[in-house]
């Protein structure tokens, strides 16, 4: 790995193995009783998304789904393109959305009305990182690992033109990786 291509390491893996537990437990607490179907989304969610189902002690079902919005950069086109779809249908289930980072807000808002439309019991959304003052959109996260601040992140499933996703902490990318 290219160590100059981090500027400094944000969050450390032990800090997200713990707030995880706590977002797990909170998730168990507030279904208790209820079958939930927890929707990773590809690819950025996968590393969160496979800590987090462990953490949970419910029935749980799993899915994938992919949209894109983002070009090869660091700012969103504000379209989003579905790539992968869900294998089951929802109707009727509770469905929580598993993401990486609510930046703009433009991708879960399309996501989570695509969803809606299916007639699931509810749906609600869990992501590891929040930068409220990017949002574009009113969207809201249910839960939420940590906020931050308007700086671009990887590691820890986020990526860089798909790099980095592996890193174990979340780090912030060095400014003259993207010209930033
Ligand atoms: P939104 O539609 O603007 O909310 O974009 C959300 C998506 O943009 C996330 O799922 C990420 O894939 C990507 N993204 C936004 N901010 C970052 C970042 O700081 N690092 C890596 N990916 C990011
Ligand atoms: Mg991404």
Redesign the pocket.
């Known amino acids: 790995m290219d160590q100059n291509k981090i500027k400094k390491v944000l969050i450390t893996r032990q800090q997200v193995a713990s707030r995880v537990k706590e977002l797990g437990a909170q998730i168990t607490r507030d279904y208790a009783g209820e079958q939930v179907t927890m929707v990773c989304?590809l690819r950025?969610a996968v590393v969160f998304f496979a800590d987090l189902i462990r953490e949970i002690d419910l029935d749980l079902e799993i899915d994938f789904i992919a949209v894109s919005?983002?070009g090869g950069g660091?700012s969103?086109s504000g379209e989003v393109k579905m790539i992968k779809d869900l294998s089951s249908p929802i109707a009727g289930k509770n469905i929580i959305i598993v993401?990486?980072?609510?930046?703009?807000?433009?991708?879960?808002n399309y996501l989570k009305k695509l969803l809606e439309a299916r007639q699931p019991k509810s749906v609600r959304i869990c992501s590891l990182l929040d930068?409220p003052s990017?949002r574009k959109t009113e969207l809201k996260g249910d839960y939420v690992g940590f906020e931050i601040e308007n700086?671009?992140?990887?590691g820890c499933g986020?990526?860089?033109d798909q790099h980095m996703r592996q890193l174990a902490d979340v780090c912030v990318l060095a400014p003259e990786v993207y010209g930033g």
């Open positions: 989304t950025g919005s983002y660091t969103t993401e990486d980072i609510i930046d703009s807000g433009v991708t879960l930068k990017r700086e671009y992140v990887v986020l990526d860089y």
